[in-house]
């Protein structure tokens, strides 16, 4: 019949009694280690770790008042010792999960539960991970990793030479959003849709290259102007959004309306080369530029999520958009875009 458990504490350090029971059972009694875990209500790898120690003095195998001390002794010197210092096996772990099953540290911490049920020690939080990473980059250095140490920063899907303070990126970027006008400061009259000149942006990213379409649409005639990005730079954005508007005379460029996306904070050089004043919607708020988001909708009938815009051809860009601007439209009374932009400015989008 099997002994009741007995109730203790299976998490920290090991107690003198604990230890004691451990020297005679082992010793003396010549009892298992699984038996002693059970006694204990600890995991076998704990006993099976206190064991080979060996102090190889009192009974023979395990002495539990010098194994006391020496256990002192290595928590006083342990201060902030990584986890991953300590325990060598769960360094391999995460190793080899990382570099051979390409798994991210948040796969790994979760996993560790359901592959070592019975060790405890075999668990570690998904930022402990990442500070082991960083923590084999050498300070003051170029990037490079200490002698001796393996570089794990390829095996992230997002990597950096070195790794930011806690909160670093955080404050870049509501630093940033402090700096850009704010739809808030925006004339109420854009509000109104009555007067013609005030414009919304947009990037429509592809899934399968760095390929982006850049949308620009008029906020009362429901003009879309559509061009093609190489990637999702700065500078990028800002070229195909000059060309596509410093053909508008002057006084119908009145305002830009855009989001927070990285690719828009050249704003500007937008402003002083269009001519206008830039702002920014809310994050999240896409519903503030709802001509945009409408006009990206009708082009992602042609073009869905899955499509690579590095292989769409200018050429069919230039017709779907002659396509889009002269469907009639409800709102204008069966007139199209391009018709009541012509009426309202008297500029002529195509020849």
Partial sequence: ????????????????????????????????????????????????????????????????DIAHRKALVRIGKRGNTPKTQRIPELCR?????????????????????????????????????????????RRGGNGAVKPGQIDLRPHLVRRH???????????????????????EQRPKVVDQRKQIGHWEDDTMVSRQSLARLKTVNERVSGIILIGKMKDGSISESNRVVLERLSPIPKQYRKTLTRDRGKENLGWQELEKKLETNVFFAHAYSSYERGSNENGNGLIRRPYPKQTDFELVPEKDLDTLERQLNSRPRKRHGGLTPEEVFLKMTGVALYS
């Fill in 1 to 64: 019949m099997q002994k009741p458990k007995q109730t203790t504490n299976s998490k920290g350090p090991l107690s003198l009694r604990e230890r004691l029971v451990i020297e005679y059972g082992w010793c003396r009694d010549s009892r298992t280690v699984t038996d002693i875990a059970f006694e204990l209500g600890r995991n076998k790898s704990s006993i099976s770790r206190e064991l080979k120690h060996k102090p190889r003095q009192g009974l023979g195998k395990y002495n539990a």
């Fill in 93 to 137: 772990y995460i190793e080899d999960k990382l570099i051979n099953e390409h798994w991210s540290p948040e796969q790994v911490s979760i996993r560790l539960p359901h592959e070592f049920k019975q060790d405890s020690t075999m668990r570690i939080a998904t930022e402990s991970i990442y500070q082991e990473v960083y923590r084999r980059v």
């Fill in 161 to 183: 030479k070195r790794r930011a303070k806690k909160g670093f990126r955080k404050a870049q970027k509501l630093e940033r959003e402090i700096a850009l006008p704010s739809i």
